[in-house]
């Protein structure tokens, strides 16, 4: 593997934007990182947060040498991407913040639900998106730690009508709360986009991160760091701890086509 490019998450958050990524950009060598030994990230402080993502870059630059670092975790970005990006300063980073500008643009009836975890919302950074692109819209900002659990440990497992009707929760909440438009702010819940498409109907769109976060690192490829035309890139995945692979991950970095390596 040549210098990769990483994917950060505190689990399976990482897969989907690490997929979408690839699919436009097979010659880079891919490897996420599922930070499994402190999953969840949503409950912890924000001081927390920054001491362990300080000491978990320092391990997997040391060892792996990246040259770009995707933290595909809204909660990581918005607890601690300034402080990474201050100490790795000659690392380039890409962060992941809830897709609030295309939701501004989409909502009709000018009000957004933000599906996100609890340290997400209560970061002051969404509000700010709001001011900045579409101050006349509501946001209606909802934390979902029981469905951060649910795709980390029982999606792949469930039944298509569990999905469903785990979606159908949120999607039913938002549109009593007259949302015509869902941010899924939090990158685990990409996983299920489709489940949430399918119970939004026609009457709500459901926005994501997925391309403004791949464009980003297009364009940091672009000024001279990408892999040479034509080589074929790895996609691996390390998870921290030292906890078995349990068979359901197995299930899952197979049907995202990636090699589970072991642990970091
Ligand atoms: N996937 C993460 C995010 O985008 C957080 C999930 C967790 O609570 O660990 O915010």
């Known amino acids: 593997m040549n210098k990769p ?25 891919i490897l ?5 030994a402190n999953f969840p990230y949503g409950p912890k402080t ?20 990246p040259k770009i670092f995707v933290i595909a975790c809204n909660t990581a970005t918005l607890s601690a991407l300034d402080i990474l990006q201050e100490r790795f300063s000659s690392l380039p980073f890409v962060g992941t913040v809830p897709a609030v500008k ?16 609890a340290r997400t919302i209560a970061e002051p950074l969404i509000g700010e998106l709001r001011d900045q692109h579409g101050r006349d819209c509501r946001l209606i900002p909802r934390a979902a730690p029981e469905l951060v659990e649910f795709v980390e440990h029982r999606y792949s497992a469930a039944s298509l009508q569990e999905r469903r009707e785990m979606a159908r929760r949120y999607t039913d909440h938002f549109r009593a709360a007259g949302a015509d438009t ?24 459901i926005i994501d991160s997925l391309l403004g976060v791949c464009k980003r690192i297009e364009f940091l490829l672009d000024e001279g760091r990408r892999a040479p035309a034509g080589s074929e890139g790895e996609a691996r995945i390390l998870v921290t701890g ?10 899952l970095s197979g049907a995202y086509d990636f090699t589970l390596d072991g642990n970091l």
């Open 5 to 29: 490019i990483i994917f950060l998450d505190s689990g399976l958050g990482c897969l989907p934007y690490a997929h979408f990524f690839r699919f436009r950009n097979g010659a880079e060598d």
């Open 32 to 36: 996420c990182l599922a930070d499994r």
């Open 46 to 65: 924000k001081e927390e947060l920054t001491t362990l993502l300080l000491d978990l870059t320092e391990r997997v630059v040391q060892k792996y040498e």
């Open 102 to 117: 295309p939701a501004v643009k989409a909502s009709r009836l000018r009000s957004i639900g933000v599906l996100a975890t």
């Open 182 to 205: 869902l941010v899924l702010a939090c990158t685990h819940f990409l996983l299920m986009r489709d489940d949430f498409i399918a119970e939004a109907g026609e009457d709500m769109a």
């Open 242 to 251: 030292t906890g078995p692979l349990e068979p359901y991950w197995k299930h």
